[in-house]
């Protein structure tokens, strides 16, 4: 990177209050040792602590800290969104602010953004936390890349570098929700993945639930594919065929032999299976409408109560 270059960092932070100060160190630090040009922007989404007033802390030392202060709590793939807009620089760096994505690995990403890589994406080598979410993920990842006809690289986060054409790009996706990991696969160019161990996060709670991580997961499944509303199709199919199978069956019995079938229990089977397989195909209709119409009020995206930034 020539020493001109602006390495725009972006950091959401949601109660991060104690994790601002050894992550701002870090990042400095890497950043001087090896030259880079930075602005470090915190997108504050509606924190209940003294994250904000933190930063503006930092921002008295250093005026390439800059905040971007939300009306309330938008989430995180918002936030980061809020960052790509105001980023100033040539490249782009988003990562978590619990210091769970190494700032020490910056120097990688740079490089291979210099080798002229559009997106440079963090692989996670060894997850840490429960064993429960650590399957989970790894089934998603690839449950996702089948559903949606894409390519998308498994085992990664939103630790991520773009070139300012790939920033350029994803901000021009006008959808409501956003999935960050999807559209910075849709938008092609020139992609790589390093890979890291991705450690705890140093304090604080994760802001995400398994609630929360299910409907992220769910965005990403109704962001990507349109295949869920074909399941409908398929198993109505698979159950006109059982259905005239049985058919058969029930025709045979009446002409050919003389048992009487009292047939309450496998009525009721029939009934609740169909009833319940129709209500899951409505809710997934539903799912796929309810986006439309998010999309068709066009509602803002965020809502920033103020920018701090200095002149430098
Ligand atoms: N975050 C946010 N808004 C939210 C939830 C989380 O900006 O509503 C930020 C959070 O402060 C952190 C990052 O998103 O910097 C990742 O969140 P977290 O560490 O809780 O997720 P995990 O690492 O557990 O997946
Ligand atoms: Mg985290």
């Given at each position: 990177m020539?020493?001109n270059?602006?390495?725009?960092?972006?950091?959401?932070?949601?109660?991060?209050?104690?994790?601002?100060?050894?992550?701002?160190?870090r990042?400095?630090?890497?950043?001087?040792?090896?030259?880079?040009?930075?602005e470090?922007?915190?997108?504050?989404d509606?924190s209940?602590d003294?994250?904000?007033?933190?930063?503006?802390?930092?921002?008295k030392k250093?005026?390439?800290?800059?905040?971007?202060?939300?009306?309330?709590?938008?989430?995180?793939?918002?936030?980061?969104?809020?960052?790509?807009e105001?980023?100033?620089?040539?490249?782009?760096l988003?990562?978590?602010?619990?210091?769970?994505?190494?700032?020490?690995?910056?120097?990688?990403?740079?490089?291979?953004?210099?080798?002229?890589?559009?997106?440079?994406?963090?692989?996670?080598?060894?997850?840490k936390?429960?064993?429960?979410k650590r399957?989970?993920?790894k089934?998603?990842?690839?449950?996702?890349?089948?559903?949606?006809?894409?390519?998308?690289?498994?085992?990664?986060?939103?630790?991520?570098?773009?070139?300012?054409?790939?920033v350029?790009?994803?901000?021009?996706?006008?959808?409501?929700?956003?999935?960050?990991?999807?559209?910075?696969?849709l938008?092609?160019?020139?992609q790589?993945?390093?890979e890291?161990d991705?450690?705890?996060r140093r304090?604080?709670?994760?802001k995400?639930?398994?609630?929360?991580?299910?409907?992220?997961?769910?965005e990403?499944?109704?962001?990507l594919?349109?295949?869920?509303?074909?399941?409908?199709?398929y198993?109505?199919?698979t159950?006109?065929?059982?259905?005239?199978?049985?058919?058969i069956?029930v025709?045979?019995?009446?002409?050919f032999t003389?048992t009487?079938?009292?047939?309450?229990?496998?009525?009721?089977?029939?009934?609740?299976?169909?009833g319940?397989?129709?209500?899951?195909?409505?809710?997934?209709?539903?799912?796929?409408i309810?986006?439309?119409?998010?999309?068709?009020?066009?509602?803002?995206?965020?809502i920033?109560?103020?920018?701090?930034?200095?002149e430098?």
């Open positions: 020539s020493k270059q602006l390495l725009s960092i972006i950091l959401p932070i949601h109660n991060e209050e104690e994790n601002i100060e050894p992550l701002y160190e990042l400095a630090k890497v950043c001087q040792k090896n030259q880079i040009n930075y470090i922007i915190f997108v504050n509606g209940n003294q994250g904000l007033q933190r930063v503006l802390h930092l921002q250093d005026s390439r800290v800059k905040a971007i202060d939300f009306s309330r709590n938008f989430g995180h793939q918002i936030a980061i969104s809020a960052g790509m105001f980023a100033k620089g040539a490249a782009v988003v990562m978590d602010a619990d210091l769970q994505d190494p700032p020490e690995m910056i120097p990688k990403f740079v490089e291979k953004w210099k080798q002229g890589f559009d997106v440079v994406y963090a692989i996670r080598k060894n997850r936390g429960s064993p429960l399957i989970m993920y089934l998603y990842y690839r449950i996702l890349n089948k559903l949606a006809d894409l390519d998308m690289p498994l085992d990664s986060g939103d630790f991520r570098l773009f070139s300012r054409r790939a350029d790009r994803i901000i021009q996706f006008g959808e409501k929700r956003r999935y960050l990991r999807g559209l910075s696969s938008i092609g160019f020139d790589i993945g390093i890291y991705r450690p705890q304090a604080g709670k994760t995400y639930s398994y609630r929360k991580l299910f409907n992220l997961a769910w990403g499944v109704t962001a594919s349109i295949k869920p509303l074909r399941v409908a199709t198993l109505g199919v159950v006109a065929f059982i259905a005239v199978a049985y058919m069956r025709f045979y019995m009446r002409l003389d009487y079938i009292p047939g309450w229990s496998s009525l009721m089977t029939v009934l609740l299976l169909l319940s397989v129709q209500l899951i195909c409505i809710g997934i209709i539903g799912e796929y309810g986006r439309t119409a998010e999309e068709v009020r066009d509602r803002p995206l965020y920033i109560r103020k920018i701090y930034e200095k430098s």
